[in-house]
């Protein structure tokens, strides 16, 4: 099994509408590898099947959050993702960037 790739398969599972599946993959992936990238695609599973549920796109900018505090740290990518549409708009997304590049 390899992470990333499960990772990313619960992304695709997610844009497809099969939120259950995509959670079980992402937990799986996390399960294996304790990889901020994979804790990114976490965030973007979770934004992807937040909807308008406030507690699960707050959920989803935690798991960024983590993703962030782990070590990833491709930020243009987190900027422009059409994954992370649902939290992009939470007013602690950009002071959640913002404080990740101090870091940097």
Not at 57 to 72: H, P, S, V
Request: hydrophobic fraction near 50%; charged fraction near 30%.
């Amino acid at each position: 099994p390899f992470p990333p790739g499960r990772a990313a398969r619960a992304v695709l599972l997610a844009r497809l509408g099969r939120g259950d599946e995509a959670a079980v993959e992402i937990e799986a992936a996390r399960l294996l590898a304790p990889d901020p990238r994979v804790t990114y695609r976490a965030a973007c599973v979770a934004s992807l099947t937040a909807g308008d549920d406030p507690a699960k796109r707050a959920a989803a900018l935690d798991l960024l959050r983590r993703a962030f505090g782990d070590g990833f740290r491709d930020f243009a990518t987190a900027e422009a993702d059409p994954d992370l549409a649902a939290v992009r708009a939470l007013p602690g997304f950009a002071d959640c960037l913002t404080a990740a590049k101090a870091v940097r």
